[in-house]
């Protein structure tokens, strides 16, 4: 039972990772219809520029820092890759362009730093505290705080800021939008900034719990299809249940049958899903007009 | 205040105007009036900046629009409630009419009273006020059309383009939006205004324009309009 | 010119077959043989990413399944070679199916989202079950042995170069049939396509097993080829060049998917040697410069277009004089050729060449197979597969309610159509005409209401069933097929006629040319029906706006429909073909077909409807002959506005 409770909490910090970048994911298919296939990329970027500057300053002073350039990224990734994809109009077109960024910057952060992966120092004490017998790691308490902390502030910018209603507007009906004086190439941009911005913040919440190297983002952005499938990539509050679900899933599969099939419950839930319910188990089936 | 000169525009290959020329004076209600397909929703997207022109000349206010992308031409000052209304379904009915005013919240059109121009746009549509924080997706169809001429009304525009206001609305409800417009006009708003319901549009407007397969055939003060047989064969050619 | 195309494939092929006996290295043949196996794969994949339009992340992966089975099947069940490579095939295809049958359900990046994850899973499993794949240590396995002769490298060149041919024949023939017609189809119009019962979703996953099986087929000769396989070759980087290769060799072509293979197994030797990078980056930069050179001056591109890529091929050919080993950048520079070759080469290689081509000598390339027969008025009509039954209406819609959100845009509207009639559906905009048509058509499944047509009940079932079933139609919207000539699109609207099987496709058997030749009559005859004879081989999009309305009209007749449905088949129309089509919609009744017409034309609506309701804000508001219908104060009203005037 002990060992049950345990595995359900060492899930969740690693399933609200997986919400994160899920949620990253909604950002930009909510507004543009397309995600970027390189979020993992994102994260693991986030997390090595983060690793640089933490020789220099303290983690906390370094976290905006990261933030900045993860919005930076997200520019380039939505300019150089996405928008003249969409202007040819094949969903193949910012697929490809992409998961292309996404290598390049693999092949990038491998030959800046290195091929091995890295330490990166924890800001919090490394023992772990104990309640009622389960043991928690201080950084997993901050992991789950921080990735609520941000997901909250993007919805309540959305709902309260007239910006964030005109990003909530640009999907709803983009020709309108343009009427109202919004423009909506601009808000495709921020959707891109703000995703890749919660990718690198997340980099950096995890990297002190794992190991930090070009290959982390792969597995990762992977993991978090299937939660923002199974969270629905229309809605918002899913991809927190999604994430739990997974992590705590995976753990329990790692434990009980063996740590190899670890990663194989995150596409039996994504065909399950798909096969069920495409829109996600929160997610709205919406009847388009034609 | 708004004018259009020689205006050719197409969709893709299929050119729908070929070269119309509407003039909308300051504080007037100039309407266009035609049978479907004759090309007035066209002539309103090609202005608002929906759709690109092929050719031709649009000034709003003696500053050149022609081509410009639908949000600068809002920021410039011109509003537009677009055919089959479209507002945001899954905004609140109070952020679709705050969004009206998104020029003036953020940059592009002076500020002014915003809360206040919200109360008044609810006086106007006191609809609109019971079902404030409504979904405007959950709104029907007249109620949807309030809310989009309510929230082309927020900009605090120089020119208002109304196009088909009145479509698949049941008649009290067209009452109703005839009876907005004609108070729109006592209070000076210029306005171009788009209508399948040809009768009820010259009732309201100054000066008429009759579009008939992408050209103006006839035009004039909205009185000489409503008594020409040339007006009423092309109005006419919806029911013999 | 096919004399020229022909010979040439024939002096193709023997220049493959000679090859060996001229250079007889066994690591050259060797590195042939892999060619041949990946070209295979890449046919395969093209019918997916080039024709139907979706992204596989995971045919490295299918590959890798294939070369297993073949791998299992004869190391641990000492399976021969003959059975094993079929078995691959099947299971490879059955993988297929279990990944696209979920994923392609809805539209979105779905496919490539799951058949990543599944790349993943595999090499991960083939790794884990080392009881059936014996994990990271391989599988050995030897050539075969046919009537007691070892085969050899050089013999298995051979093997791997008649299953290419076999494989370019086999899919060739595929694509050029109905089969091919309907990967087209779906990917130009879907919704179209839906209506005119090719479904989208069954095509879409035919498409992506048949690209499993072929990958199962690379697979299995892969196994025998290098003789030893590991996990570690079926991994992402393989299935990017896949990718890299389709786009980059030419989509929608058989030349393409052998050059892309060529380019991919070159590659890694390029640039493994900087000496023969430098060379070959230097002279892409060289090319680069002087086609945008030429491009800019003739004017066909501006400054600005050709600056970018030409900075980034020269800035290429300069830093492979800054770096020692290439290889530790080989992702990067995969990564930048996706790029270069999504933006500025769509079409590949073999596309670009062609569209050169097309400018000096049109002739030499034909883009559609010319379809000379003439149709007559026998070959008109024909039975509909679903003979009416139904004693009172053809068709019932039954207090039909559709509900967008708040909006109710059909609310509570009965209507009965009479058989044989034709019955008009006219209203004001927005009246609920359009929406009206969609639901009984299966596009909106109706909020409430029931849909009974020909004593069955339709209600919520899909488009191409309900096409299935006798009803077809024409858009408000033209759906054509653009890229289609006009006789092409006809025949997509006689889909339903082609009963043969693949297998029927691939042996060309005289079943398969019966049903080709009859349909092809058949469509040529509803051309002349509708006066587009003459246009049959023309490319839909290239047709003037009114002959394209005509058109849909002939397609919509291929489905052997006892319902048609006119959505505003006059708008666009000049006088005189007004007429005509008043001429055509009273033959298409004289031949029992029962028609459902919208229409804004008063004169159309009148002279020859048998019965017209009217629709107003979504509900009926008045029905009956179309005289009494015209004098009907309300019809007036809903028209006019009447009240609305009275202030």
Not at chain 2, 62 to 85: C, D, F, V, Y
Request: hydrophobic share 50%; glycine share 10%.
């Amino acid at each position: 039972m002990e060992i049950l409770a345990q595995l359900i909490v060492s899930g969740i910090a690693l399933g609200m990772i997986y919400a994160l970048i899920a949620f990253g994911y909604q950002l930009t298919f909510a507004t543009s219809g397309t995600l970027n296939f390189g979020q993992g990329e994102a994260l693991m970027l986030g997390a090595l520029v983060g690793l640089t500057l933490v020789g220099h300053m303290s983690y906390w002073l370094m976290i905006p820092l990261v933030l900045i350039f993860g919005a930076l990224q997200g520019i380039f990734v939505e300019r150089v890759g996405v928008l003249p994809a969409l202007k040819t109009k094949s969903e193949f077109g910012w697929i490809m362009t992409t998961i292309s960024l996404a290598i390049i910057f693999k092949n990038v952060a491998e030959n800046v730093w290195g091929h091995d992966d890295i330490t990166f120092p924890s800001p919090l004490p490394t023992s772990p505290i104990e309640f009622f017998g389960i043991r928690v790691l201080p950084m997993e308490i901050l992991v789950v705080v921080g990735a609520l902390a941000i997901m909250l502030a993007v919805e309540l910018f959305n709902r309260k800021s007239i910006y964030g209603k005109a990003v909530i507007a640009t999907p709803n009906d983009r020709d309108a939008a343009g009427l109202m004086g919004i423009n909506t190439g601009v808000v495709i941009t921020f959707s891109y900034a703000l995703s890749s911005m919660t990718a690198a913040f997340a980099g950096v919440l995890i990297a002190p719990l794992t190991l930090t190297g070009s290959t982390m983002g792969v597995v990762l952005g992977l993991k978090a299809f299937s939660v923002a499938i199974i969270g629905g990539l229309n809605s918002g509050m899913g991809v927190i249940v999604g994430g739990l679900i997974l992590g705590i899933v995976e753990t329990m599969t790692g434990y009980y049958i063996s740590t190899g099939y670890k990663d194989v419950p995150g596409l039996l839930l994504l065909l399950l899903v798909l096969a069920i319910k495409p829109s996600g188990l929160f997610g709205k089936s919406v009847i388009k007009k034609v | 205040m708004l004018q259009i000169k020689e205006l050719h525009a197409a969709y893709g290959k299929v050119e729908v105007l070929h070269g119309i020329s509407v003039d909308v004076p300051q504080g007037k209600v100039v309407t266009l009036i035609g049978s479907n397909g004759a090309g007035k929703t066209t002539t309103m997207r090609a202005v608002s900046g929906m759709i690109k022109p092929v050719s031709g000349n649009i000034s709003l206010n003696g500053k050149n629009i022609t081509g410009m992308t639908s949000n600068r031409i809002a920021r410039a000052g011109l509003a537009h409630s677009p055919e089959g209304r479209r507002v945001f379904p899954t905004l609140s009915v109070t952020d679709n009419l705050l969004l009206g005013a998104f020029p003036r919240l953020t940059f592009g059109r002076e500020r002014g009273d915003v809360p206040g121009d919200l109360t008044r746009v609810f006086e106007l549509f006191p609809r609109l006020r019971e079902r404030e924080n409504q979904l405007a997706g959950t709104l029907s169809g007249g109620e949807q059309q309030m809310l989009a001429m309510g929230r082309a009304i927020m900009l605090n525009p120089d020119v208002l383009l109304l196009d088909e206001p009145s479509m698949g609305l049941a008649p009290l409800l067209v009452k109703e939006v005839f009876r907005i417009i004609r108070e729109l006009k006592e209070r000076g708003i210029t306005m171009l205004l788009v209508e399948q319901f040809a009768a009820a549009a010259l009732d309201v407007a100054d000066y008429g324009y009759v579009l008939e397969n992408g050209r103006i055939s006839v035009h004039g003060p909205a009185e000489q309009l409503k008594n020409d047989p040339a007006v009423k064969a092309a109005y006419l050619g919806a029911a013999h | 010119m096919s004399a020229i195309k022909n010979s040439s494939i024939v002096l193709g092929i023997v220049a493959a077959a000679v090859l060996p006996t001229i250079w007889p290295n066994p690591y050259y043949i060797h590195l042939m043989v892999v060619i041949g196996i990946y070209a295979i794969l890449l046919l395969g994949l093209d019918i997916v990413v080039g024709y139907v339009g979706e992204v596989s992340l995971g045919h490295a992966a299918l590959f890798g399944i294939g070369a297993y089975t073949a791998g299992v099947l004869n190391f641990q069940l000492g399976v021969p070679f003959l059975l094993a490579v079929p078995a691959s095939i099947a299971v490879t295809g059955l993988f297929g199916a279990l990944l696209a049958l979920p994923a392609l359900r809805v539209n979105g990046p779905y496919l490539a989202m799951v058949t990543l994850a599944f790349g993943t899973i595999i090499q991960i499993l083939i790794n884990e079950m080392t009881f059936l794949t014996n994990g990271p240590l391989g599988l050995s396995v030897r050539k075969p042995i046919f009537f007691e002769h070892q085969i050899t490298g050089t013999d298995y060149y051979y093997i791997v170069l008649l299953a290419l041919v076999l494989s370019v024949y086999v899919i060739q023939r595929i694509l050029k049939s109905h089969l091919g017609r309907a990967f087209e189809a779906l990917h130009d119009s879907p919704i179209a396509s839906d209506c005119m019962g090719v479904s989208v979703y069954g095509y879409k996953v035919y498409a992506f097993v048949l690209s499993a099986g072929i990958a199962g087929l690379a697979g299995s000769l892969f196994t025998y080829s290098e003789e030893y396989i590991s996990p570690s070759t079926y991994n992402f980087e393989l299935t990017i060049l896949f990718l890299l290769a389709v786009i980059m060799g030419g989509r929608k072509t058989r030349t393409g998917p052998i050059l892309g293979a060529v380019i991919i197994v070159m590659l890694p030797n390029v640039l493994s040697d900087i000496a023969l990078f430098r060379e070959i980056s230097i002279g892409i930069a060289v090319i680069a410069a002087a086609y945008s050179a030429y491009a800019v001056t003739t004017g066909q591109r501006s400054l600005k277009q050709v600056a970018l890529p030409v900075v980034a091929t020269i800035a290429l050919a300069v830093s492979g004089f800054f770096m020692e080993d290439i290889t530790e950048h080989r992702l990067t520079i995969f990564g930048v050729m996706i790029l270069f070759v999504v933006y500025y080469l769509p079409n590949g290689i073999m596309g670009f060449l062609r569209s050169l081509v097309v400018k000096f000598r049109p002739q030499w390339v034909h883009r559609h197979a010319v379809i000379l027969e003439h149709g007559d008025q026998q070959h008109i009509w024909s039975v509909p597969d679903h003979p009416v039954t139904a004693q009172g209406h053809l068709l019932e819609a039954r207090n039909i309610v559709m509900q967008f959100g708040g909006l109710k845009a059909l609310n509570e509207v009965t209507l009965e159509i009479a058989k044989g009639t034709v019955h008009g559906l006219i209203g004001p905009n927005g009246s609920g005409k359009s929406t009206m048509m969609n639901v009984l058509t299966g596009i909106y499944k109706p909020t409430s209401g029931e849909i009974e047509f020909n004593g069955k009940i339709i209600t919520g079932t899909t488009p191409s069933s309900i096409a299935g079933e006798g009803i077809a139609r024409t858009f408000q919207n033209v759906q054509l097929f653009g890229e289609m000539t006009a006789i092409e699109n006809v025949l997509v609207g006689l889909h339903h006629t082609f009963r043969h099987r693949l297998i029927d496709v691939v042996f060309q058997t005289p079943r398969c040319r019966k049903e080709k030749h009859a349909a092809e009559i058949r469509a040529a005859s509803l051309l002349q029906f509708v006066g587009l004879a003459d246009l049959a081989n023309e490319e839909a999009r290239n047709l003037p706006y009114g002959k394209q309305r005509l058109l849909e009209i002939a397609r919509a007749l291929a489905l052997n429909p006892s319902l048609l449905l006119l959505d505003e088949p006059a708008a666009g129309l000049t006088a005189p073909d007004i007429k005509e089509l008043i001429v055509m919609i009273n033959k298409i009744r004289g031949h029992g077909i029962t028609v459902i017409l919208i229409e804004h034309h008063m004169d159309v609506v009148m002279s020859i409807c048998d019965t017209v309701t009217v629709l107003d804000f979504g509900q009926k508001i008045a029905e009956g002959n179309p005289a009494a219908v015209q004098s009907n104060e309300k019809v007036i009203d809903a028209y006019l506005g009447g009240s609305a005037k009275a202030e």
